[in-house]
């Protein structure tokens, strides 16, 4: 229901944008998020915003660097990701949490991930 897009490997210092879209999920309503999860390591949110688009959430450690938007008339959230580091290396997965916060993200919509990988 969720789809990712956008995934790669790139060189430190480099940029991607990560798009979420819905299929056969109404958008209207859901608060969005990302989550990434390296090898070895917890599950972690990196960036989650309201519906329409109020009060995004960021990650301390890619504040300055990611921006989560959405766009509602597309169904379809980004994640713009500058200044790329190896330690953002990870499966990205987009969720979304009918209602919910920005701040308390609680997914009950998961798309299937996409690999960013950045090389040092």
């Known amino acids: 229901q969720l789809v990712e897009s956008g995934g790669g490997v790139v060189q430190a210092g480099d940029s991607l944008r990560l798009s979420c879209t819905t299929s056969?999920?109404?958008?209207?309503?859901?608060?969005m998020g990302w989550v990434r999860q390296a090898p070895g390591k917890e599950r972690e949110f990196v960036a989650a915003?309201?519906?329409?688009?109020?009060?995004?959430y960021h990650l301390d450690s890619v504040k300055g660097r990611f921006t989560i938007s959405r766009e509602n008339a597309k169904n379809t959230v980004y994640l713009q990701m500058n200044s790329l580091q190896p330690e953002d290396t990870a499966i990205y997965y987009c969720?979304?949490?009918?209602?919910?916060?920005?701040?308390?993200?609680?997914?009950?919509?998961w798309g299937q991930g996409t690999q960013v990988t950045v090389s040092s």
């Open positions: 969720a979304g949490d009918y209602r919910g916060s920005s701040r308390s993200l609680n997914p009950k919509h």
């Open positions: 056969g999920l109404t958008f209207s309503g859901y608060a």
């Open positions: 915003i309201n519906w329409p688009g109020g009060d995004p």
